[in-house]
């Protein structure tokens, strides 16, 4: 019998493409224009989410001018307001830099108040969300508003609300997310698109090549030279 995890996430994945293509299309015209314009991709989930902030960021085959904003705590003081305000300001945030912001509800304050800093910087912001779950939810800041709302791209997840998505007999709760997956899916297409948007402009996109191939070590030290000052702070 098959495992029935792989048929949900196919039928996930079916759903994302089918539904989210024009938006990751203008989530990697975000993202190129940024890289072109001097700033860098900067990526945060909080708890599990931070997952597909390292999706995109550091690794073989991705944009070397990509970080992963690194909280502390990971997540466990993300549903107290004041946390992520006081956060951000060891954060080095540019109007040039593209914001990728993930969280499943989009309701917890962290986040927010990270939104909150990079729309007051001018910066774009690119939304991971479970949309329809998230506009059910009260928000738990107290500007009233989530995540998905300072977005300038939404990426939905398409995911069941709750996340888990498979029942099964005997237990009271859905097991397995799916989120981390869909969101992965999403962005790294979103990198493809952006990569190939670059390329078609002229410009060379500074992309990793895996350490582990004779010649990567110094393939990338040339590039990551130019982005040490951004990459390597808070």
Not at 4 to 11: C, G, L, S
Not at 49 to 68: H, V
């Amino acid at each position: 019998m098959r495992n029935e995890y792989f048929t949900v996430i196919e039928a996930l994945l079916k759903e994302v493409e089918a539904t989210q293509g024009e938006n990751i299309t203008k989530a990697a015209h975000l993202i190129a224009d940024s890289i072109m314009s001097g700033g860098i991709l900067q990526a945060f989930g909080s708890g599990h989410s931070y997952a597909a902030a390292i999706e995109i960021t550091g690794r073989a085959g991705g944009l070397i001018p990509a970080k992963a904003i690194k909280e502390p705590a990971m997540g466990a003081y993300e549903s107290i307001e004041g946390v992520g305000a006081l956060f951000i300001k060891r954060s080095d945030f540019r109007k040039e830099d593209v914001f990728v912001l993930i969280s499943n509800s989009g309701r917890n304050p962290l986040p927010i108040e990270i939104a909150m800093r990079v729309k007051e910087i001018g910066a774009k912001l690119i939304v991971v969300t479970s949309l329809e779950a998230s506009k059910q939810l009260s928000c738990r800041h107290s500007g009233g508003k989530n995540l998905w709302e300072f977005a300038d791209v939404v990426l939905d997840n398409r995911v069941l609300f709750g996340d888990a998505s498979i029942d099964v007999p005997g237990l009271p709760v859905k097991v397995c997310g799916t989120s981390s997956i869909s969101a992965a899916a999403m962005l790294n297409a979103a990198i493809l698109e952006a990569i190939q948007i670059m390329v078609k402009a002229g410009y060379f996109p500074p992309v990793y090549m895996s350490a582990n191939v004779d010649g990567g070590p110094e393939f990338n030290e040339k590039l990551t030279q130019k982005y040490a000052d951004r990459l390597y702070r808070l």
